[in-house]
């Protein structure tokens, strides 16, 4: 019976033991780390009153696959509710910060003919002085949605999202670690073995066979292998420790993973006494201020008293050697503009954080992916197996417009899985 290995247990990874694992193959999962999970990681410690999520947190809309896993697992989740408050001259304002050229710079944004990098985009048509804020307003959004980087991120793509009708978010009860549990239980039942702590150093193959080499030296062998690695692990160089070498080489591969973008995100978790943001406004969900940590949300209809704070783009590599002590004092500082309170007060009401600061984390080094005017040539590669023995999958890789989501990382483990089952 051929054996297939799997390279991550993130939600792609999980997914592409769970299909093959279901279809009666024998797989093999390596981890590199410790947990399960990877990007999904939702934390427990008795200092916060309950679980937070570090990592992916939103249901963006009816997602089928998360949807569908979820009910299979009789996992709950709940709509995210509220309204968005912008701060402007230290009022609260309902709404994002949309400057009064917006609807200029959609329509500009649907004519565009070739696909171009956003700055580009912005100098060529909205460099006059009037557009300012607008120029502003809209590095905002790339950088704190999409975690893009304005020079690399595709005009067509952005276009694409912010005129979609925003559909329902939500929640999940608990956390989105216990879809992660419901596939690895799934995994194991269907005879799966997953090994932590298993981080794949050298991988050397030919058609229908695979040999790999961890970091601590141990040696698995297979028919096949499915890669699903963060983007930004496939975008090391040679000389940094994690990379990971193919015999032969795959240059190609590892170079075309370069054109798709990969951001960063440093997500800061507060609990207070008091939900002291209800003082100003009852139903707070998001909040954009113009502050170092520029954004806010609540738990809401969640009653309790916990913030999160987002900071991600460019901002965020610039903040990367930051210290926690350091994010901490700069979020007080930022909640202390915003809500007119002062920080030493903020500072006493504080019962517990974690800060996450996702360039440095081990084998991962970022947020998501995003797309860039060369993203469709560079997965279709990547999503081509090579010799029916490697493949890769991961949220960079599917090819619906979930790109940086779970429903992206889920979806792409399922194809590569069904590549494997059809042959
Ligand atoms: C802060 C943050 C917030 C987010 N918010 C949302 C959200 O609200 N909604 C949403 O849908 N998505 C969100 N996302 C994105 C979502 O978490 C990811 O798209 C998804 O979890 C990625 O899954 P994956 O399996 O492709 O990759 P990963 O989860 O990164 O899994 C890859 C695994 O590979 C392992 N690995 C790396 N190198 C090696 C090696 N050499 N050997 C063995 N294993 C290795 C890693 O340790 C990791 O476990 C968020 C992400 C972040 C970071």
């Not at 009022?91 to 200029?104: I, L, M, P, R």
């Not at 499915?226 to 240059?251: G, H, R, W």
């Not at 987002?310 to 979020?331: I, N, Q, R, V």
């Not at 599917?398 to 042959?423: C, F, H, N, R, W």
Request: charged letters at 25%; one cysteine or more.
């Amino acid at each position: 019976m051929e054996t297939i290995i799997v390279i991550g247990a993130g939600a792609a990874g999980l997914m592409t033991a769970y299909e093959l694992s279901k279809n009666n193959k024998k797989v093999i999962v390596l981890e590199a780390t410790e947990r399960l999970g990877g990007r999904i990681y939702t934390y427990t410690n008795n200092a916060f009153s309950e679980p937070v999520e570090l990592g992916a947190e939103f249901i963006h809309g009816k997602l089928p696959l998360t949807l569908n896993l979820l009910k299979q697992a009789d996992i709950k989740y709940y709509v995210v509710k509220g309204k968005m408050f912008h701060i402007e001259k230290g009022q609260f304002k309902k709404g994002q910060d949309n400057s009064v050229h917006w609807a200029e710079l959609m329509k500009r944004m649907k004519e565009l003919k070739h696909d171009i990098p956003l700055s580009d985009f912005l100098q060529q048509f909205f460099s006059d002085d009037k557009y300012e804020s607008l120029r502003e307003s809209v590095k905002h959004f790339a950088e704190g949605f999409d975690v893009a980087d304005i020079s690399k991120v595709s005009t067509c793509s952005l276009y694409k999202e912010w005129s979609e009708e925003n559909d329902e978010q939500y929640r999940i009860d608990g956390g989105y670690q216990q879809l992660i549990s419901f596939l690895e239980s799934e995994c194991k039942k269907n005879g799966c073995i997953i090994y932590n702590n298993c981080c794949v150093k050298k991988i050397t193959w030919s058609k229908n066979e695979v040999n790999i080499i961890t970091m601590c030296s141990r040696y698995f062998k297979s028919n096949r292998v499915v890669i699903t690695v963060p983007l930004s692990v496939l975008q090391l160089d040679k000389n940094d420790i994690s990379y990971i070498e193919f015999t032969p080489a795959m240059d190609n591969y590892l170079e075309a993973s370069k054109n798709i973008g990969f951001g960063t995100v440093i997500k800061i978790l507060l609990e207070f006494n008091e939900a002291f943001w209800q003082h100003e406004k009852k139903n707070i969900s998001f909040l954009f201020t113009g502050e170092k940590i520029p954004t806010w949300w609540t738990q809401f209809p969640k009653n309790n008293c916990i913030l999160t704070g987002w900071m991600a783009g460019a901002k965020a590599f610039e903040f990367k050697d930051a210290s926690d002590e350091d994010l901490l004092e700069s979020a007080l500082d930022s909640l202390s503009a915003a809500f007119a309170e002062s920080t030493s007060v903020l500072k006493n009401k504080l019962l517990a954080h974690k800060i996450i600061n996702w360039t440095n984390a081990q084998n991962i080094y970022g947020a998501y992916s995003y797309e860039t005017p060369q993203s469709a040539n560079a997965r279709k590669l990547l999503t081509q197996p090579l010799e029916q023995t490697i493949f890769f999958a991961g949220e960079a890789l599917d090819y619906g417009v979930m790109i940086g989501t779970v429903e992206a990382a889920l979806e792409s483990g399922k194809q590569a899985a069904l590549k494997i089952i059809k042959g």
